[in-house]
């Protein structure tokens, strides 16, 4: 099937009230959005639209698992997504104009005479969002076999120079021929 049409949704046929949608994607879903910078994903998404004459409210709930790299010591994580996002969709006589005026980004216009609705970059994008934006291991799994422990030695080194650096002034040593300077 086309990648496209398996996220089209053919609204006009659907009665007003509430119907749901189930899809699952994975990596040869964001094969056709290119590089990610996380891997492995499972993500299923529960679709409700709920038809109303003039408008669609849309619920996306997230749910699955991504591997991606530790903020901290580089390692794979594997993290759980679970997160929901809402979208109004509003029929309207000129949706490019009225989209482009429209700041809110959880509202989006379609045109009258339209019969789908493209749910996969919205998809792609609620997924996405509902990876955290810091990605590391909680404190107490620190240091666990899942962790770099070459790299967080490295960081502990560091951090112990960084603060010998600042109780001996080496820091700021040297500045004070700037400090009449500027008279």
Not at 51 to 56: G, V
Not at 64 to 78: E, Q, S, T
Not at 104 to 131: C, Q
Request: proline share 3%; charged share 30%.
């Amino acid at each position: 099937m086309n990648h496209r049409r398996e996220y089209e949704i053919a609204f006009v046929g659907l009665k007003p009230g509430i119907h749901l949608f189930d899809y699952q994607v994975n990596e040869k879903f964001f094969a056709h959005y290119g590089q990610q910078d996380f891997s492995n994903c499972i993500a299923e998404i529960k679709l409700q639209l709920e038809k109303n004459n003039s408008f669609m409210l849309l619920k996306f709930d997230v749910g699955g698992k991504a591997d991606v790299a530790c903020d901290r010591c580089g390692n794979n994580l594997n993290l759980q997504l679970w997160d929901e996002f809402k979208m109004t969709i509003k029929l309207v006589d000129e949706p490019t104009t009225m989209n482009e005026q429209e700041e809110d980004p959880d509202v989006f216009y379609i045109g009258k005479n339209d019969s789908h609705i493209y749910v996969g970059d919205w998809i792609y994008e609620f997924v996405n969002l509902s990876i955290p934006m810091q990605r590391m291991c909680n404190e107490e799994e620190m240091g666990g076999p899942q962790c770099n422990k070459e790299v967080l030695e490295k960081l502990r080194k560091m951090e112990e120079e960084a603060r010998k650096d600042t109780t001996t002034g080496t820091v700021w040593k040297g500045l004070e021929q700037f400090k009449d300077l500027g008279n």
